[in-house]
């Protein structure tokens, strides 16, 4: 556990440094809640019900892009970025194991996902409280409650596995970003399918997708570890 904590400050201390990540991390969210809240503010004056529940799906769908797209650029970076830096090397000559290694990588991006997806729900809902009198109850139901919650964990280790796949074989930096971007379709899919839906989200749909969540994360992440080898990752962009 000392270890794994060395490695995550580490891994956190480095990423803020990283003009991308910074992006990823503190605008991309500002720009999603502002987007949210005019979404929130358009359903709430508009007479059409229908049309307020489309708005009311595409904003907080939202938030399920966020946990898939804030571990991209810290992802890519912990390995890739690193050994364009030339920082791997000595990282990989110490005694932590590949597993330790792996996690302390995958914590460090999983985890800042999570809290700034949190941190950006909450901030929407406080700023929808005050600038129309209350919350709608369309925000706070069993299925988007379960998704912001459920759903936005199991996203971010897909779109961290997939990422850490990518940059573990990659040799340039804006390559892998480009390659690991296909790791947030599993937010994508959903956004179209429920921005359209002219119903409120159904809790059933959430689980199946958290089900088949739970499987992709479990061979991504996998296959993440099997792949995960110090000996390759030197060798193989020597």
Sequence with gaps: ???????LLKEWRES???????????FLPV?????????ITLGDGADDPVGQIIL??????????????IPLAIAVYSIVGEK??????????TPISDLELFLGKALASVIPALVVNWISFGAFLGIIRLLVGSVPLQ????????????????LALFSVGITMIVSSRASDARAAYQFSSLAILPGIIPL????????????????????????????VMYFAIRLFRREQILTRWK
Excluded: H
């Design 16 to 26: 803020m440094r990283n003009k991308m990540v910074l992006f990823g991390v503190i």
């Design 139 to 154: 925000t706070l139901t069993a299925p988007w409650l379960a998704s912001i919650f459920g759903l936005s964990p199991l």
């Design 1 to 7: 556990m000392n270890r794994l904590r060395v490695l």
């Design 56 to 69: 009311f799906n595409t904003s907080l769908m939202y938030f399920l892009l966020l946990p898939a797209i």
């Design 31 to 39: 720009i999603l809640v502002a987007t949210s809240v005019y979404m």
């Design 84 to 93: 364009e830096q030339t920082t791997l090397e000595p990282l990989l000559a």
């Design 192 to 219: 179209v399918v429920y921005s359209s839906s002219k119903t409120l989200v159904d809790l059933r749909l959430i689980i199946l997708e958290g089900g088949v969540l739970v499987v992709a994360c479990v061979a």
